[in-house]
Every structure is written in structure tokens, then in C-alpha cells.
């Protein structure tokens, strides 16, 4: 399996407040991505990097930030957490911008009551 | 943009049954095509995928999955599923011209009974 951690795994937060989560890879690849997994929405993409302060726009990046200062660590922040962002949140990594795999961590259950 | 339209949001199937999975696609370009399985509360794991070549690409655990380019589909298919092929399945493109970011269909939950 692909070194990627996710943390937390559960984390339940009330409306407003700042939430912060880590995906940390071992791979040393270059491409990390933030994906939102909903019923019915299959898995839609937050946010990428494709290398140390390079970051870009997903198809659903309205509230959220991110941020690569390493390149074995990509963070996705809520800076005010609504309901709508409950979600579960999944990082994944490649290799290269031609790779032929994405690979995926576990899983983060965000709750935003 | 691409675009995934998994037709089917469950498939229950008995074990030993045959399945298939209906996947159709949109681009504008050329695309690469995945099938990933994701177990109760775990990521997703690749099963297989097409890049170019025979359009008939074979996978893990017995799966087995063939690109029409002139349908724009992509059905995953199992001779006979077990019990433990139970999972959620998402099909998924990348435009070659788009780096490694996947578009997800909605995904299919496959249910086997015994």
C-alpha cells in the first residue's frame, strides 16, 4: 500500500470554527490532491499541488485553503466550517502529471455540527 | 470537461451471479479510464485501467472491464461475484491533457447475497 496518512480520521466540529486536516505521504511524489466524498457525487476534487507552494483550484474549492510547505505534507484547512462541509475527506498522491495511478488514504469523517 | 454517469446506484446480485457495471463517459478529448473499488470504510483501491491498446482490460479479483469508444462506455463485468466483492464502485476518467486529476462518476454499490 501507498505510504499515506490521513489525520484525523474522525473529527466532529461545530459551525464556524477553523478545521485543519493532514495528509502526510512517504512516496515523495509530487502531485497531492484533497477530494470530497458524497452520496450520489461519487468523489470531487478540492484542491491540488503539484510541487512544494504549488497549488491549484479543484471543482469544489469555495471554502476551503491549502497549503504544501514539504513535499510529504498537504494540508486542507476550513476556515469557518458550515454543515455543507460535512463530508468524508480523502487525499490522494501521484507520481508525475502522466502517471497512470492516483492513489488514496483513508479517509477523513468530518461532521460539522 | 469530462463528465461520468454511472447509470446504477445499486446492483444487488446473488453470489456466484454474474455482474455488470455500467459506466458512460463525455470528453471533448481523448481519455484514460478507471474502475476503483472502495471497501466499508476504507479509500479507494484501483482494480484496473485503460490507457490504450486492446479494449479489453482485465483486472484484480476477476474483474474484467471493456472500452467502446464508439458508446463512450466503460462497464466493469464478473463472471460470478462472492460475497466478499460486496463494495462501492466508482468509475472514473482523466483527459490526457489534464495531469492525473480523475472525474468521478457517482459510484455503484454492489451488494452480494448469499
Known amino acids: 500500500d501507498a505510504g499515506i496518512t490521513q489525520s484525523p480520521r474522525h473529527k466532529v466540529t461545530e459551525t464556524g470554527t477553523p478545521v485543519t486536516l493532514r495528509c502526510h505521504q512517504t512516496?515523495?511524489?509530487?502531485?497531492m490532491y484533497w477530494y470530497r466524498q458524497d452520496p450520489g457525487h461519487g468523489l470531487r476534487l478540492i484542491h491540488y499541488?503539484?510541487?512544494?507552494?504549488?497549488?491549484d483550484k479543484g471543482e469544489v474549492s469555495d471554502g476551503y485553503s491549502v497549503s504544501r510547505s514539504k513535499t510529504e505534507d498537504f494540508l486542507l484547512t476550513l476556515e469557518s466550517a458550515t454543515s455543507s462541509q460535512t463530508s468524508v475527506y480523502f487525499c490522494?498522491?501521484?507520481?508525475?502529471?502522466?502517471?497512470?495511478?492516483?492513489?488514496f488514504g483513508q479517509g477523513t469523517r468530518l461532521t460539522v455540527v | 470537461a469530462q463528465s461520468v454517469t454511472q447509470l446504477d446506484s445499486q446492483v444487488p446480485v446473488f453470489e456466484e451471479a454474474p455482474v455488470e457495471l455500467r459506466c458512460n463517459y463525455s470528453s471533448s478529448v481523448s481519455v484514460y479510464l478507471f474502475w476503483y473499488v472502495q471497501y466499508p470504510n476504507q479509500g479507494l483501491q484501483l482494480l484496473l485501467k485503460?490507457?490504450?491498446?486492446?479494449?479489453l482490460v482485465k483486472g484484480i479479483n476477476g474483474f474484467e472491464a471493456e472500452f467502446n469508444k464508439s458508446q463512450t462506455s466503460f462497464h466493469l463485468r464478473k463472471p460470478s461475484v462472492h460475497i466478499s466483492d460486496t463494495a462501492e464502485y466508482f468509475c472514473?476518467?482523466?483527459?490526457?491533457?489534464?495531469?492525473?486529476?480523475?472525474?468521478f462518476g457517482g459510484g455503484t454499490r454492489l451488494m452480494v447475497k448469499p
Open positions: 490522494a498522491i501521484s507520481e508525475s502529471y502522466s502517471g497512470t495511478e492516483a492513489f
Open positions: 485503460y490507457l490504450s491498446g486492446s479494449t
Open positions: 472514473a476518467v482523466r483527459a490526457n491533457n489534464a495531469g492525473n486529476m480523475l472525474t
Open positions: 499541488s503539484y510541487g512544494v507552494k504549488d497549488t
Open positions: 512516496e515523495n511524489h509530487r502531485y
